[in-house]
C-alpha cells in the first residue's frame, strides 16, 4: 500500500501503527536508507576466523510480515530499484562476497511519500506528483492520497474529535 499526500496529514504515523500492530515488521526511512540494508549485505564473522556470512536487511528480517518504508520520495533511487526484485518475486537473489543464495521476501509493503511540489495537486495525476517511477510504482496494489482540507468547518471538527480523544483517555488514565 502507498499513501501519497500533503505533509503533516498523519501518514507516518498510520504506517507506523501498522508496524506496531503487525506480529513481524522492519521500518525503513528514506534518506538513511541503503540498498545492502534494504536486501543483504557481505559481513565478515567475527565467530568463524573471519569468514564471510550474510547480514539480512529490511526485506529479509521482514520475511512473513511487513516492511514499513516512510518517506519514500526521500530514499535514493538505487535504494528504490533494489526493492523492485523482493517486491516482484518475494525473493533476492544475491552474490556478494563469493557467497551465492536466493533469500525469501514475502512481505508486504507500506509505505508513505510526499508530492514533489510540496503539496499534493487534486487535479494533477498522482503519477505526475511523485517521482518514484512507474515500475516501482506498479509494485504497490494500493494507493490512496490523504490530502489536508481547507474547510474551517471541517478542521474545528477534527481538532475537537482529537481533543476530546485525549481528555478521554486522561480520564481512564487517571480511573
Same mark, same amino acid.
Given at each position: 500500500?502507498?499513501?501519497?499526500?500533503?505533509?503533516? =496529514?498523519?501518514?507516518?504515523?498510520?504506517? !507506523?501503527?501498522?508496524?506496531?500492530?503487525?506480529? #513481524?515488521?522492519?521500518?525503513?526511512?528514506?534518506?538513511?536508507?541503503?540498498?545492502?540494508?534494504?536486501?543483504?549485505?557481505?559481513?565478515?564473522?567475527?565467530?568463524?576466523?573471519?569468514?564471510?556470512?550474510?547480514?539480512?536487511?529490511?526485506?529479509?528480517?521482514?520475511?512473513?510480515?511487513?516492511?514499513?518504508?516512510?518517506?519514500?520520495?526521500?530514499?535514493?533511487?538505487?535504494?528504490?530499484?533494489?526493492?523492485?526484485?523482493?517486491?516482484?518475486?518475494?525473493?533476492? !537473489?544475491?552474490?556478494?562476497?563469493?557467497?551465492?543464495?536466493?533469500?525469501? =521476501?514475502?512481505?508486504?509493503?507500506?509505505?508513505?511519500? !510526499?508530492?514533489?511540489?510540496? #503539496?499534493?495537486?487534486?487535479?494533477?495525476?498522482?503519477?505526475?506528483?511523485?517521482?518514484?517511477?512507474?515500475?516501482?510504482?506498479? #509494485?504497490?496494489?494500493?494507493?490512496?492520497?490523504? =490530502?489536508?482540507?481547507?474547510?474551517?468547518?471541517?478542521?474545528?471538527?477534527?481538532?475537537?474529535?482529537?481533543?476530546?480523544?485525549?481528555?478521554?483517555?486522561?480520564?481512564?488514565?487517571?480511573?
Amino acid at each position: 500500500m502507498l499513501l501519497v499526500g500533503d505533509p503533516s =496529514t498523519g501518514k507516518s504515523a498510520l504506517i !507506523n501503527k501498522a508496524e506496531s500492530n503487525a506480529p #513481524r515488521a522492519v521500518g525503513v526511512s528514506g534518506k538513511g536508507a541503503r540498498e545492502a540494508g534494504i536486501t543483504a549485505s557481505a559481513v565478515r564473522d567475527d565467530f568463524s576466523d573471519g569468514e564471510w556470512t550474510l547480514k539480512a536487511g529490511a526485506f529479509v528480517k521482514a520475511n512473513g510480515g511487513i516492511v514499513r518504508i516512510d518517506e519514500l520520495d526521500d530514499m535514493p533511487p538505487d535504494v528504490r530499484s533494489a526493492m523492485l526484485e523482493p517486491m516482484a518475486n518475494g525473493k533476492i !537473489n544475491v552474490s556478494k562476497a563469493g557467497i551465492n543464495a536466493t533469500l525469501q =521476501t514475502r512481505v508486504g509493503v507500506i509505505a508513505a511519500a !510526499n508530492p514533489k511540489y510540496g #503539496r499534493f495537486d487534486e487535479y494533477e495525476p498522482v503519477l505526475e506528483q511523485v517521482e518514484l517511477g512507474s515500475t516501482l510504482i506498479s #509494485r504497490f496494489d494500493l494507493g490512496f492520497t490523504v =490530502t489536508e482540507t481547507d474547510d474551517v468547518d471541517t478542521v474545528k471538527q477534527v481538532a475537537r474529535d482529537i481533543v476530546g480523544r485525549r481528555e478521554h483517555k486522561k480520564r481512564l488514565d487517571v480511573a
